[in-house]
T-cell receptor
Framework: AQSVTQLGSHVSVSEGALVLLRCNYSSSVPPYLFWYVQYPNQGLQLLLK????ATLVKGINGFEAEFKKSETSFHLTKPSAHMSDAAEYFC????????????WGAGTKLIIKP | GAVVSQHPSWVICKSGTSVKIECRSLDFQATTMFWYRQFPKQSLMLMATSNEGSKATYEQGVEKDKFLINHASLTLSTLTVTSAHPEDSSFYIC?????????????FGQGTRLTVV
């Protein structure tokens, strides 16, 4: 069975600093992994996805994530945080059955300090 | 990218009344749509999978008679919260995929904030 763990319910960084949001997965088959962002009172927007091509995936808004099979990780990074990056971030993995629905991490709230 | 439109974005209703939430895929056909509930500061909780032309598949613990799902066409799924009570107040979100493949992303509606008073 697949699962997703996001380390840290809250991450606080200063504006201009590196952003690192952690995601570890558990899967017995090659996973398909996703990062989504949610702004207050809105739906979710895809940031990037890993689908077994390049291990370093570039997404929107300057975010990228690296798939590391040996560490079963898919951490999200951004070199320089902007105030507009303050939001909730969710990591997800596709189930390999049942309509391939997504299994969600608990989410990490990113706080940007001026 | 594909667009999923959810309506209304917020609704306030009296306890005991019913509320219908619509989810439309605007530029693609979705044989399957997903309905989620999100409590404050928590992740998404899958409520049910809506299948076009057939009955929805509900997750364990979700009351079928309480949360009625209809997926009458390839572009529209509705969630009706029947006899709503204050504990049903929550943020409800729908999503759909263009193709039912594990490597395709889900597109989300804007969400509906339901407040039952």
């Amino acid at each position: 069975a697949q699962s997703v763990t996001q380390l840290g319910s809250h991450v606080s960084v200063s504006e201009g600093a590196l952003v690192l949001l952690r995601c570890n997965y558990s899967s017995s088959v090659p996973p398909y992994l996703f990062w989504y962002v949610q702004y207050p009172n809105q739906g979710l927007q895809l940031l990037l996805k890993y689908t077994s091509a390049a291990t370093l995936v570039k997404g929107i808004n300057g975010f990228e994530a690296e798939f590391k099979k040996s560490e079963t990780s898919f951490h999200l990074t951004k070199p320089s945080a902007h105030m507009s990056d303050a939001a909730e971030y969710f990591c997800a993995v596709s189930r390999m059955d049942s309509n391939y629905q997504l299994i969600w991490g608990a989410g990490t709230k990113l706080i940007i300090k001026p | 990218g594909a667009v999923v439109s959810q309506h209304p974005s917020w609704v306030i209703c009296k306890s005991g009344t019913s509320v219908k939430i619509e989810c439309r895929s605007l530029d693609f056909q979705a044989t399957t749509m997903f309905w989620y509930r999100q409590f404050p500061k928590q992740s998404l909780m899958l409520m049910a999978t809506s299948n076009e032309g057939s009955k929805a598949t509900y997750e364990q613990g979700v009351e079928k008679d309480k949360f009625l799902i209809n997926h009458a066409s390839l572009t529209l799924s509705t969630l009706t919260v029947t006899s709503a009570h204050p504990e049903d107040s929550s943020f409800y979100i729908c999503s759909a995929r263009i193709r039912e493949l594990p490597n395709t992303e889900a597109f989300f509606g804007q969400g509906t904030r339901l407040t039952v008073v």
